[in-house]
């Protein structure tokens, strides 16, 4: 099979606009890059503006207000608002602790449609001691109150891992107790600042089996109450997810400078030209820009990808977790068990779990 042509590729059906990369917290799961942008950096309200514009008129459906933390922007609700006049739906991503009634009140009258709320766990001491933010998880609770008291549709969003897998039934009450319509169980992506935490954030084989157990009961029990979604860790798994769906299939993200990226990791691999929204169209920068091109389709694989049952299914995995871990951005994504990196994942496993007090290295700032 060739790769797709440029009139063949779709418009993306979602836009992350990781509007910055200062937060508050210091969540060691980070999945932001090393190098974070300067808030003098970022893109000012106008081009953001243009940027919903280009985005609607391109065909994206939903636009996600992502960071760091994504309320730092007191330009935010004008964000928002030019998103809805560009019919793009709204979600706002947030660890919540900046946000306030009147806020709230303004991000609604905005237009906002969704809110996606973190959580670091079921209860205050530990949540605030992996965040890194004394008093963070009371404020996310109250922040939970007044969004659904104005209507707006509540996702909770739980990064788990060693530290708190054993929690996640509490968590299920705990979306329950704060009238969320949808639960999503995140496992920690090991990129970006989650790397250094490889050996105190992986969890264990048996935490994994309780944590099947727990999710496939949660979901007779719960069904038609709360909506589970579950990110598994894809460390334990035979075969990789489908990182973004496919590269350039339907994702698009853009950092907090502008540069306009496949994945909101893709930064890290070297040697890639990222085009950036201040010097090029977006609908070019989808459809014919160097970085989408890259991985689009099935052209560049390796064997065994190449000649895989897989490869429409998977996409080959992670271009990042093959670059880390191989060495060859090019390469299958070392999880899957057709690769010959596979025993590499495994003794990253084994060294990880034989340090269960590895220190918690919480993330640097802006
Ligand atoms: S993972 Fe934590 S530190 Fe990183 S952006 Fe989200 S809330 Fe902030
Ligand atoms: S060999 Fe490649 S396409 Fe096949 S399952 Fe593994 S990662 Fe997926």
């Known amino acids: 099979m060739s790769d797709p042509k440029p009139e063949q590729v779709g418009p993306p059906i979602a836009l992350l606009a990781g509007l910055s990369h200062r ?25 953001w503006c243009r940027v919903m514009r280009e985005a609607g008129a391109l065909g994206v459906l939903q636009v996600h207000f992502s960071g760091g933390e994504p309320t730092v922007r007191q330009d935010l609700e004008q964000l928002i608002a ?6 793009l739906y709204t979600n706002l991503i947030t660890s919540g602790v900046l946000l306030d009634a009147p806020r709230i009140d303004a991000l609604y009258r905005a237009g906002l449609d969704h809110v996606q709320l ?15 933010y004394v008093g963070g998880h009371a404020k996310k609770l109250e922040v939970a109150r007044l969004v659904r008291d104005r209507g707006i549709m509540l996702t909770l969003n739980a990064v788990v891992h060693r530290r708190n897998l054993h929690q996640v039934d509490a968590l299920f009450e705990l979306a329950l107790t704060l009238d969320a319509h949808r ?7 090991y990129n970006g600042w989650a790397r250094r ?9 048996d935490q994994l089996e309780d944590l099947t157990k727990t999710l496939e009961a949660a979901r007779i029990r719960l069904l038609g109450r709360l909506v589970i979604d579950f990110v598994p860790p894809d460390y334990y798994a035979a075969r990789p997810k489908p990182c973004m769906n496919g590269w350039g299939r339907q994702f698009i993200t853009i950092n907090p400078a502008g540069l306009v990226l496949p994945c909101h990791s893709a930064e890290t691999i070297p040697g890639m030209t990222f085009d950036s929204v201040l010097q090029s169209p977006l609908e070019d920068i989808w459809y014919r820009g160097e970085a989408f091109s890259r991985f689009r389709g099935t052209d ?14 998977d996409f ?20 899957c068990e057709f ?23 919480y993330r640097g700032g802006t």
């Open 118 to 132: 973190s959580v670091q766990g079921s209860e205050g001491k530990g949540a605030d001691l992996i965040g890194g």
């Open 197 to 205: 935490n490889l050996a105190a954030l992986l969890p264990t084989q």
């Open 82 to 87: 030019c998103a809805r006049d560009c019919d």
């Open 316 to 335: 080959g995995g992670c271009r990042c977790q093959a670059l880390a871990v191989s060495g060859d951005v090019t390469a299958t994504d070392p999880v």
């Open 183 to 189: 639960i999503e169980i995140a496992s920690v992506q």
């Open 339 to 361: 690769s010959q990196d596979r025993a590499k994942i495994d003794a990253l496993i084994a060294a990880a779990v034989a340090e269960p007090d590895a220190p918690y290295l």
């Open 23 to 47: 937060c508050p917290l210091r969540c060691g799961y980070c999945s932001n890059p090393l190098e974070l942008t300067r808030a003098s950096a970022e893109l000012d309200t106008d081009d």
């Open 300 to 313: 560049w694989m390796q064997e065994p990808c190449r000649s895989c049952e897989f490869r429409e299914q």
